[in-house]
């Protein structure tokens, strides 16, 4: 599979002053395989370890965070030689934090070691670290599901892909037969979602989404539930952890999916959950999207932190949680997780592309869902998400009486278009807003 995350390794490596690298992302997004993939590629020596599974390997960093004493040591272990062309792999490296800070000694060292340091919990590590983190030292990078335009090419829809692309460029509309073709696979997308192995099963099915079963979602629940009890202040910790996620299904079907408390239970506020939802959002598990007070640029500086809503890493996930059904997401039958589903594979591949996550709700009568800012000539741009929850086109215009934007981008299952200074884009072309 062709993985976005590919260029971020390959600018990496190309750096000549390249530092230690940390890869974070919520469990089974791909971190490893991909690690492993550009190394086979890219190197003719390199050497993987799994912390986790070689705790053997963990007693090196406890003995010493000297460079050449550590690798002195691997080579015992692996029984092998290693010399700074070969690039080290150190996978679940959050089980030891001072293999972590170690990497601020190999950043120091004179012999350029290439280091790549993963971990399917490694945000959450990083936020609650006790040792001496090397600040500076080393280079963080988030990874994420496969978003729509790497679901298209895992499919062999390049063509499709490319024909977007165009569309978009050119503010053209698709085919029809296209645009419908392209609407039934971003459709198959929201019940598959981003996981390269349901991703991968959906293909090996003949994309044929009755005949993908269950059993991959109901396992990696399974294995965000046992996560949620590591890296934790406390056992009670680990169970409100459990409630925030559990809640947001729920949370999200509202007509109003701003985040409550009360979802959890009745007894529930913000001094005993505010620590289990930034478990979350470290983990990569879940997206928060914060309100702003004010529609300015930064919206960072205008967050109200009382106010925001959480989605979850993955539109897959969401969509089996749900309980929400293949044929319900592609008819108009009223179901009220299909807006919820819709909203969140927008946030989703937002994220990916590494936007902020803002929304505006001053009142009643007007509600941007999301922002964008590239820095351009278009500025702060409002986004509509037209997903059949509510249809709120009059919101939208509401804000762009106000506020004047110089563009504004409407999201729904229209073809492109645009007029009077909103762009109209189909929802599965959201990543054409990342293209330069």
């Keep these: 599979m062709w993985r976005r995350f590919f260029s971020v390794l390959d600018e990496w490596n190309n750096n000549s002053e390249r530092k230690p ?6 469990r089974q997004v791909g971190k490893t395989w991909a690690i492993q993939h550009f190394c086979e590629e890219k190197y003719k020596d390199w050497l993987y370890i799994n912390l986790e599974k070689q705790e053997e390997y963990k007693e090196i960093f406890e003995r010493s965070l000297e460079p050449e004493t550590i690798i002195r040591y691997m080579e015992q272990l692996a ?38 340091g993963a971990g399917s919990l490694l945000g959450v590590k990083i936020n609650r670290f006790e040792a001496s983190f090397p600040v500076g030292k080393v280079e963080i990078h988030n990874m994420t599901p496969m978003d729509f335009e790497e679901f298209m090419v895992a499919c062999g829809e390049e063509i499709l892909r490319d024909a977007m692309f165009e569309s978009y460029e050119k503010r053209k509309p698709m085919l029809m037969g296209v645009h419908e073709k392209a609407m039934r696979l971003f459709e198959d997308y929201l019940y598959i979602g981003g996981m390269p192995e349901a991703v991968g099963e959906y293909i090996a099915k003949e994309k044929d989404t009755a005949r993908v079963g269950s059993v991959f979602y109901d396992n990696i629940y399974t294995a965000y539930q046992a996560d949620m009890t590591k890296y934790t202040i406390s056992a009670a910790e680990g169970v409100r952890i459990g409630k925030v996620y559990q809640s947001l299904p729920k949370q999200l079907a509202r007509e109003n999916p701003k985040f409550k408390y009360r979802e959890i239970g009745a007894n529930a ?24 007070e004010r529609p300015e640029s930064p919206l960072k500086a205008y967050e109200d932190e009382n106010a925001y809503k959480l989605y979850l890493s993955d539109v897959g996930i969401l969509s089996h949680m749900s309980g929400i059904s293949r044929r319900l997401i592609g008819n108009e039958e009223p179901n009220i ?43 702060l741009q409002p986004i509509e998400i037209k997903s059949g929850r509510h249809r709120r086109s009059t919101s939208l215009k509401n804000y762009c009486k106000k506020y004047l934007p110089k563009r504004a981008i409407k999201l729904s299952k229209d073809n492109f278009g645009e007029a009077e200074g909103v762009l109209t884009m189909p929802l599965y072309a959201v990543g054409c807003l990342g293209r330069k």
């Design 21 to 26: 690298m940390l890869v974070v992302g919520a």
């Design 79 to 116: 029984g092998r030689h290693i010399d700074e062309n070969c690039t080290i792999v150190l996978d679940e490296i959050q089980r030891s934090e001072r293999a972590i800070t170690s990497l601020k000694y190999f950043c120091e060292d004179k012999k350029p070691y290439r280091i790549i």
């Design 269 to 292: 506020n913000k001094r005993d959950y505010r620590t289990a939802i930034d478990w979350l959002e470290s983990s990569g598990l879940v997206y928060r999207v914060s309100n702003v």
């Design 337 to 379: 997780y299909r807006g919820a589903v819709t909203e969140n594979y927008v946030v989703q591949q937002m994220a990916a592309m590494g936007y902020g996550l803002h929304y505006y709700k001053p009142d009643e009568s007007m509600e941007v869902d999301l922002f964008m800012d590239n820095g351009d000539e278009y500025g």
